[in-house]
């Protein structure tokens, strides 16, 4: 019989094999997950986490992990380190083998896509501090910092297979806060950002949310006049109304409600929400979008802004247990999203039971 020792052993093995891809090397992804339903997805995360936290001496551990009740939960934000001081392990401040493993825990914990959106979000953060206003500061209290080494990882509660718990990883635009907890799991709230929104890495273009963007001009220009009229906002939205520090906020749902929308019009509109909901592993993000299509007659899509591919607007996808946003800050390069489940921010139904 193996011993923990040796499973450990395995489990990093494993999971850092997983990563093929390392910030900062190479553009492969990892393969996807072995096949296992939710409880097998949830059991390779915590052993994927078990496996990283081995690497750790006592001190990173103890950055690393959170008590289950700890104020570390609501603790996000899309600004970047210098502005907003977050704890847990920082990225910068690990080796070479740890980095691989977090990166492996990602890969496990999210679906492709999912990890391929927040490797470019975070490459993104690094053109912005080598070649945009990230240049030096932050740790020294000089202003914000920017970069890849600028991305921290916490656990809060201990990762289990049963009880509920929270992966949360985050740095400038980017807030991923997954509960997990045995078969179920939710995604809400995070915030996947993007500043640039487009980028140039290893002689291709990079666009972080660019699925996001054109998807939604699609479904705004498949419209009718009438349906326009119904979905386009008389008033003004600029920013995230339920952005970082509006936990508990809520508000009517506005613009034209799915049931008016033709089947067409409607799997546009269900796969604008799949970008968000797809960041989580396949197994959790299958039953939600089940969950989504169910309540689509209660879901409303409003716009704010241009119609024009190309520019930038506001919009909005709501519905029973769903709040999406899209937010343009001031132009098309810099781009707030929020993805948040009313019924369910933090796993709230996974601790009531």
Do not use: C
Not at 54 to 62: E, K, M, P, S, Y
Not at 102 to 121: D, F, N, P
Not at 241 to 257: K, S, Y
């Amino acid at each position: 019989m193996l011993s923990r020792a040796r499973i450990a052993s395995i489990a990093t093995a494993l999971s850092i094999a997983a990563a093929v891809t390392v910030l900062g090397q190479g553009s492969s992804t990892p393969a996807p997950a072995a096949a296992g339903g939710p409880a097998g997805a949830t059991a390779r995360i915590v052993a994927s986490a078990q496996a990283l936290a081995n690497t750790l001496d006592g001190a990173a551990r103890a950055k690393l992990q959170y008590p289950a009740d700890s104020p570390q939960k609501t603790r996000w934000s899309n600004l970047p380190s210098g502005i907003f001081q977050r704890t847990g392990l920082r990225l910068g401040d690990v080796t070479a083998p740890q980095r691989a493993a977090i990166m492996a825990l990602l890969a496990t914990a999210l679906s492709r896509e999912g990890y391929q959106k927040v490797v470019a979000i975070m490459r993104g953060d690094e053109v912005l501090r080598t070649q945009g206003d990230g240049r030096g500061g932050g740790r020294g209290g000089r202003g914000p910092a920017f970069g890849q080494d600028e991305y921290y990882l916490a656990f809060v509660g201990t990762p289990s297979v049963t009880d509920p718990w929270m992966l949360q990883f985050g740095g400038h635009h980017l807030a991923i806060n997954l509960t997990l907890a045995g078969r179920e799991a939710t995604l809400a709230p995070s915030l996947p950002a993007a500043q640039p929104a487009s980028y140039t890495f290893e002689g291709r273009t990079v666009r972080p949310l660019g699925r996001e963007n054109d998807k939604a001009f699609e479904l705004i220009q498949a419209l009718t006049s009438t349906q326009r009229s119904q979905a386009i906002l008389s008033h003004q939205v600029s920013d995230l109304v339920l952005g970082p520090d509006a936990d508990g906020r809520t508000i009517q749902p506005e613009g034209i409600r799915a049931s008016a929308l033709t089947p067409a019009q409607q799997a546009i509109l269900l796969d604008i929400v799949r970008e968000w909901v797809g960041i989580m592993h396949d197994a959790f993000a299958a039953p939600r979008m089940a969950d989504i299509r169910a309540a689509l007659p209660e879901t409303w899509f409003a716009w704010s802004g241009p119609t024009t591919s190309g520019s930038a607007a506001y919009f909005r996808i709501q519905g029973p247990t769903l709040v999406i946003e899209y937010a343009p800050q001031g132009g098309v390069d810099h781009i707030h999203t929020i993805y948040r489940d009313p019924t369910n921010d933090y796993g709230v139904k996974f601790a009531r039971r």
